[in-house]
């Protein structure tokens, strides 16, 4: 009854008009943002969206650039208006582009942005924006499945990025011919050891009857997706029936439905990114279980700079070069 009369006070055309005439104001307030305001170095950053439970690179990498830019705008397509992170990083929930010649405009976007094709870059190249491109994962259908990132990593020529940041050394070895040295940056992950450092003495309530089975805990958090070696996960769950396995996170593609079925495996969901570490102080071990291939060989996990921020044991599946991931 309730759709009925949502359908019947506001039909599609009405809603149709409010999103776009929504859409558009948004659009103006960024673009009065970057003309009219005082800010003179502006970065924007058009990546993930900022999430309070959802702390990853793209945030990292926001928080540290912040120190040189008079302001950050973050695309967070999750709110509704604008909000302000902190005095610098502003949220925007909509993006627009404008050319302002007295301005230092940076322009980011990562790798798996799946939104901006070829012939966006080149327009706000030609706005007098520099561009940062960072290659942050090996292309990969389990990560990004549309066309418009690999067409826009095979143009890098046309689009001419002003600087070109890797995540990991298997990344830098596939683009080093590409482009000169000086534009090219390796920045791999890492983390800030102030944000776990902080541990309640309480313990969460779905882990409290975990703890309380008094058992070894090997935990696991991050994205519960594709690119974890289901099969290893079983054999470890089976053969240990004496250890409990905790994963938390997002359940990506229902994935943690291969696991529940061992009593000795616990799903928790996402958590707050704040909340984190008073769940993984009980873990006595910390894992990264990523497949074989591609996926693992080019990445550098934040979560190990994290377990290692909580002093944890961490164990990695063997295409997870750790030294490499750390820089030795």
């Not at 990546?47 to 959802?54: D, E, H, K, L, R």
């Not at 327009?123 to 994962?137: A, E, L, R, T």
Request: aromatic share 14%.
């Amino acid at each position: 009854m309730k759709i009925f009369f949502r359908k019947f006070l506001y039909p599609s055309w009405c809603r149709k008009i409010y999103g776009y005439l929504s859409d558009k104001i948004l659009c103006f307030q960024c673009i009065d943002i970057i003309k009219n305001s005082e800010f003179k170095n502006i970065l924007i950053m058009d990546t993930i969206p900022w999430v309070a439970s959802f702390k990853q690179r793209p945030q990292h990498i926001a928080e540290q650039l912040a120190q040189h830019f008079d302001v950050v705008l973050y695309k967070s397509s999750m709110i509704m208006n604008f909000k302000w992170h902190n005095d610098k990083i502003l949220l925007c929930p909509k993006l627009c582009f404008v050319k302002c010649p007295k301005k230092n405009i940076v322009y980011y976007i990562d790798s798996i942005n799946e939104y901006r094709d070829v012939k966006f870059l080149k327009k706000i190249k030609s706005y007098g924006y520099k561009i940062i491109y960072d290659y942050i994962d090996e292309f990969s259908n389990k990560i990004c499945n549309t066309k418009k990132p690999r067409k826009v990593y095979k143009n890098l020529e046309k689009i001419k990025p002003d600087l070109v940041i890797v995540s990991a050394d298997k990344l830098y070895n596939d683009i080093k011919t590409r482009f000169t040295k000086e534009k090219i940056v390796i920045a791999k992950n890492g983390v800030c050891p102030d944000d776990f450092a902080k541990i309640s003495d309480l313990i969460p309530n779905d882990i409290k009857p975990i703890v309380e089975q008094k058992k070894p805990i090997v935990g696991y958090y991050g994205v519960i997706s594709r690119w974890l070696d289901y099969d290893l996960l079983a054999k470890a769950a089976e053969s240990c029936p004496d250890y409990n396995f905790v994963f938390i996170g997002k359940d990506s593609q229902l994935s943690s439905q291969k696991l529940k079925m061992y009593n000795n495996v616990y799903v928790l969901g996402r958590k707050e990114y704040e909340e984190l570490p008073n769940y993984a102080q009980f873990f006595n071990c910390c894992i990264i279980p990523f497949q074989k291939g591609k996926i693992a060989k080019a990445t550098s996990p934040v979560k190990l700079f994290e377990y290692m921020a909580l002093k944890k044991p961490i164990v990695c599946t063997r295409d997870l070069n750790a030294e490499a991931m750390m820089g030795f």
